[in-house]
């Protein structure tokens, strides 16, 4: 089981990105488009800059959404490699199960 502190600080990440997804993208937009002034571009980018770190949806953590553990997340089933091959063995996952060739 991951530390609650762990948890709770990714939760809070989502809730930034979510909180300034679209005033990212804007800027971002405008720090791309070749047509943009100079001007326009750098204060652009000092706004990116003076946004939370926190922010950036490069920052979220991959956690297990049972123990929370943040390694060997497989994204299709939000589960740690450990948990999945529990679930899997138990059967509670249709159309997946162990590997034998």
């Known amino acids: 089981m991951a530390k609650l502190s762990m948890i709770n600080r990714d939760l809070k990440r989502t809730k930034l990105v979510k909180k300034y997804a679209v005033r990212r993208a804007e800027l971002k937009e405008l720090i791309r488009n070749p047509l943009t002034e100079d001007a326009a571009r750098d204060e652009a980018l000092l706004k990116l800059q003076k946004l939370p770190r926190d922010s950036s949806a490069s920052r979220q ?6 123990t929370g ?24 996952i249709p159309g997946l199960r162990k590997a034998s060739w």
């Open 61 to 66: 953590q991959s956690r297990c959404a049972i």
């Open 69 to 92: 553990r943040a390694h060997g997340v497989y994204r299709k089933f939000g589960l740690a490699r450990n948990k999945l091959r529990e679930i899997t063995m138990r059967g509670d």
